[in-house]
């Protein structure tokens, strides 16, 4: 079984920053890509930031130059460092991440989310 956890959110002033992490735990072989999506109130769920195993981003142009997607391999961990934050950043972020467990099967894994509220 494999287990995604996120930790970091809360409630920030518009302006300032966060930094949200996810850490894979369990029968992991290897992991894939991981990314970051966000879901707004009555909005649908969107993608935020992804990273390969290697280290390539991609970014939603929303949030281009203000934050910043990282991982430890060696910790199985993802990072968000979000900067410049905005009221319509406001959302529930949840981790995302595709993972060969022990037994070699890929299958996309998902975190329970961490709320994010930028509001003063």
């Known amino acids: 079984q494999v287990q995604l956890v996120e930790s970091g959110g809360g409630l920030v002033q518009p302006g300032g920053s966060l930094r949200l992490s996810c850490a894979a735990s369990?029968?992991?072989?290897?992991?894939?890509?991981m990314g970051w999506y966000r879901q707004a109130p009555g909005k649908e769920r969107e993608l935020v930031a992804a990273i390969t195993s290697d280290g390539s981003t991609n970014y939603a142009d929303s949030v281009k130059g203000r934050f910043t997607i990282s991982r430890d391999n060696a910790k199985n961990t993802v990072y968000l460092q979000m900067n410049s934050l905005k009221p319509e950043d406001t959302a529930v972020y949840y981790c995302?991440?595709?993972?060969?467990?022990?037994?070699?099967?890929?299958?996309?894994?998902w975190g329970k989310g961490t709320l994010v509220t930028v509001s003063s």
């Open positions: 995302n991440a595709d993972i060969y467990d022990r037994w070699f099967d890929l299958m996309d894994y």
């Open positions: 369990g029968s992991i072989f290897s992991i894939n890509a």
